[in-house]
T-cell receptor
Framework: GAVVSQHPSWVICKSGTSVKIECRSLDFQATTMFWYRQFPKQSLMLMAT?????????EQGVEKDKFLINHASLTLSTLTVTSAHPEDSSFYICSAGGAQPQHFGDGTRLSIL | SQQGEEDPQALSIQEGENATMNCSYK?????LQWYRQNSGRGLVHLIL?????REKHSGRLRVTLDTSKKSSSLLITASRAADTASYFCATDVGDMRFGAGTRLTVKP
């Protein structure tokens, strides 16, 4: 079946560092991918919709200059957390799929020291 | 913003018992989906039910949908310890919106 690969699975870095997370659709093309953020024991909150070849659509309250999204190909979207701070520590998950259901990556746990 | 709201927030049962989780949503939908998430992992799709369907089965899973009440339920029969996870419902309103989830613990 369709698989979405997310990398890295775990990142620990110092405050002020920029971190890039990759989301790849392995056996299908995805014109749209979604990025979610999840705090412990909470639900997934949609951050942005990544559109291949065009600008991402951000949810209200999500800083586009803080969370840079690039969807340069039909199989890859990247989320860059710029100048990360401890409050950016969270679990980030991507999903892709031309139609329902969506297929999810395994998530990236980001810890900013 | 969240679309679905699950209840209960947490459920603890013994192995072999049935587990029922409920989900309510706010707007009209095309379909509703249930997902499972093991701790620290991504989501695994369990079942999709379309707005014109009332009930759907998949193995030990049974999902119902009541569009008049804007609610859905997920029943896991004969639960196993391996069913311990968080369960989320999600609706398809343009993009996917998730409820807060039910944390299910199945004790061996």
């Amino acid at each position: 079946g369709a698989v979405v690969s997310q990398h890295p699975s775990w990142v620990i870095c110092k405050s002020g560092t920029s971190v890039k997370i990759e989301c790849r659709s392995l056996d299908f093309q995805a014109t749209t991918m979604f990025w979610y953020r999840q705090f412990p024991k909470q639900s997934l909150m949609l951050m942005a919709t990544s559109n291949e070849g065009s600008k991402a659509t951000y949810e209200q309250g999500v800083e586009k200059d803080k969370f840079l999204i690039n969807h340069a190909s039909l199989t890859l979207s990247t989320l860059t957390v710029t100048s990360a701070h401890p409050e950016d520590s969270s679990f980030y998950i991507c999903s892709a799929g031309g139609a329902q259901p969506q297929h999810f990556g395994d998530g990236t746990r980001l810890s900013i020291l | 913003s969240q679309q679905g709201e699950e209840d209960p927030q947490a459920l603890s049962i013994q192995e072999g018992e049935n587990a029922t989780m409920n989900c309510s949503y706010k707007t009209s939908i095309n379909n509703l989906q249930w997902y499972r998430q093991n701790s620290g992992r991504g989501l695994v799709h369990l079942i999709l039910i379309r707005s014109n369907e009332r009930e759907k089965h998949s193995g030990r899973l049974r999902v119902t949908l009541d569009t008049s009440k804007k609610s859905s339920s997920l029943l896991i029969t004969a639960s196993r310890a391996a069913d311990t996870a968080s369960y989320f419902c999600a609706t398809d309103v343009g993009d996917m919106r998730f409820g807060a989830g039910t944390r299910l613990t199945v004790k061996p």
